[in-house]
C-alpha cells in the first residue's frame, strides 16, 4: 500500500494532511510513504523530518498522483491532478461535495474512491476524526486573535497610575465550536463576553467559559434536530434573534459571528441598521463568511469599514494557523486511516457509518444521496 503525501496546491493554502509523527506511525503499521518536497514547510516541517520518519520525498507530483493508493489531502485536488489519480485510489480530504460536487467528476468518472472528511458523522465514535471540529477550534481562537489586533483598545481591565482602563466586551453569536473557542480565547485575554445561541443547550456550556448567555424567547418552538445541531428558523423567530443581536452589539467592542445551519445559507442576523447603531471602533468578525456570512453587510474574504466599524469576512483562518491546524488535522486523517487500514490493507466497510456517511463516490459511482442531489441540482442548472 503507497500513501502519498502531497504539497497542497490551492492558492494561500499553508497546511498539509499528514506531519511526520503520523507518517512514521503509518510506517510502522506496513505503508510506504512517500511526500511531494517542500509539502510540509508551510506549516513548519522539513524534508528531512518526513525523510526521517521514513517517507521517501519526490518533487515529481505526477508520479505520486499515478502511483498513490492512499491520497490525504487538505482540499480538494484541481481537474488536471484527479486525471492522474489512479483508478481504484482513495482520496481523503475537505472535497466540499456538497458546495462543489461537479469539481470532482473527473475523479468520479475515473474510479476514484473519494472521502469527505466534512460528512465524517459527528457521532462520538468519530470524534477523534472531526476534522470540522479542528479547522472551527482554530478558527475561533483566531478570530478573537484578529479582533484583538484591530481593536483601538485592550482587551483585559488594567489599573494603572493613569487610571482604570475597562475591559473589552464582546458580544459571541452562534456558541457552536468556533464560538466557544471564541469565548474561551475572550475571556483569557480578560474580555467581558456574551453570547446568544439558538440552542439551549449552547447556555450551559457559554456559562461554564464564564460568559454571560443571552436568552430569547422563541415562543417555545423547536430550534434543534435530532442531530443537535441548529435548525433553519422562521423570518419571525430570526427577527426575534436580531432583535437582540442589535441591542447587545450597540455596547460591543468586538462582535464574533459564526452562527451556521448545516446545507444552508448561514442565517442574517446583523441587519445593516444594528451596523451603523454600533459604536465607532467595533470589530465584526463574520466567521459564517464562507456560508454567504452573518451580517447583511458581509462581503466573503473581503475587509470594510462601515461607519466606523471594521468589518471582517475571512474565508479560511485556519490558514493563517498552519503548524496547529496540520497537527490537528493530521491526527484526524490518522484516526481516519486506522479505520480504513488494517494489516496493512486497505478496507472500505460500508457497513461502518463513519465509511458510510464520508464516502461519496466509489467504483465510478456517486454513493452519497446529498451528493447526487447536489450533481443533478447542477446538471440541470450549471453553475458559470
Ligand atoms: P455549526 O457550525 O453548524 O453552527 C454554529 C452555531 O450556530 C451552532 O451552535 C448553532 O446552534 C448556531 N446557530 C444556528 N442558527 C442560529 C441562529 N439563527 N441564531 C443564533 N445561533 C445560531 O455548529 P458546530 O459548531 O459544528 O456544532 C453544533 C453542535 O454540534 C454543537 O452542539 C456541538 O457541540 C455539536 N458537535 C458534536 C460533535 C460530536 O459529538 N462529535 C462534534 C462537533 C459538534
Given amino acids: 500500500m503507497r500513501l502519498a503525501v502531497l504539497k497542497e496546491a490551492a492558492p494561500a493554502e499553508t497546511r498539509v ?18 511526500v511531494e518536497s517542500g509539502a510540509g514547510m508551510a506549516s513548519g516541517h522539513s524534508d528531512e523530518a518526513y525523510a526521517q520518519a521514513g517517507a ?5 507530483r505526477a508520479s505520486l498522483l499515478s502511483s498513490a493508493d492512499i491520497l490525504p489531502m487538505v482540499n480538494a485536488p484541481s481537474a488536471a491532478d484527479q486525471r492522474l489519480i489512479q483508478p481504484g485510489a482513495v482520496a481523503i480530504g475537505f472535497l466540499r461535495p456538497l458546495d462543489d460536487p461537479a469539481a470532482l467528476l473527473p475523479a468520479i468518472e475515473s474510479g ?3 472521502l469527505a472528511v466534512e460528512l465524517v458523522p459527528r457521532i462520538t465514535r468519530a470524534q477523534a476524526m472531526d476534522a470540522l471540529s479542528s479547522m472551527a477550534t482554530v478558527a475561533g ?20 497610575a493613569a487610571g482604570t482602563i475597562a475591559p473589552a466586551r464582546v458580544f459571541v453569536i452562534g456558541a457552536g465550536v468556533a464560538g466557544l473557542q471564541a469565548i474561551a480565547t475572550a475571556r483569557r485575554l480578560g474580555a467581558v463576553v456574551e453570547a446568544y445561541d439558538v440552542r ?11 460568559a454571560k448567555f443571552l436568552d430569547v424567547d422563541l415562543g417555545g418552538i423547536a430550534t434543534e434536530d435530532k442531530g443537535g445541531y441548529a435548525r433553519e428558523l422562521s423570518e419571525e423567530a430570526l427577527d426575534r434573534g436580531r432583535d437582540l443581536i442589535a441591542k447587545a ?52 474574504g473581503e475587509t470594510q469599514l462601515h461607519h466606523g466599524v471594521t468589518l471582517f469576512a475571512p474565508l479560511n483562518l485556519p490558514v493563517t494557523v498552519p503548524g496547529h491546524a496540520s497537527q ?23 457497513d461502518d457509518e463513519i ?22 441540482a447542477h446538471i440541470a442548472a450549471p453553475t458559470p
Fill in 328 to 350: 490537528l488535522y493530521s491526527r484526524n486523517i490518522a484516526n481516519f486511516l486506522a479505520l480504513l487500514v488494517k494489516d496493512g490493507a486497505f478496507h472500505l466497510d460500508m
Fill in 355 to 376: 465509511v458510510r456517511g464520508s464516502c461519496v463516490a466509489h467504483q465510478g459511482k456517486v454513493v452519497n444521496s446529498r451528493v447526487a442531489s447536489a450533481l443533478e
Fill in 200 to 210: 439551549a443547550a449552547a447556555g450551559e456550556q457559554v456559562r461554564s467559559l464564564g
Fill in 17 to 34: 494532511a499528514l506531519l511526520p509523527d503520523a507518517v512514521k506511525s503509518l510506517i510502522a503499521k506496513g505503508l510506504e510513504v512517500a
Fill in 249 to 300: 452589539a450597540r455596547t460591543a467592542d468586538v462582535i464574533i459571528t459564526s452562527a451556521q445551519v448545516p446545507g444552508r445559507r448561514a442565517p442574517l442576523l446583523i441587519r445593516r441598521d444594528a451596523v451603523e447603531n454600533m459604536r465607532p471602533g467595533t470589530i465584526v468578525v463574520d466567521l459564517a463568511a464562507a456560508a454567504g456570512g452573518n451580517c447583511e453587510l458581509t462581503r466573503p
Fill in 112 to 114: 476514484v474512491t473519494l
Fill in 141 to 160: 481562537y483566531k478570530a478573537v486573535i484578529l479582533a484583538a489586533d484591530h481593536l483601538p483598545r485592550l482587551f483585559p481591565m488594567l489599573m494603572t
Fill in 56 to 60: 521517501s520525498l519526490t518533487a515529481d
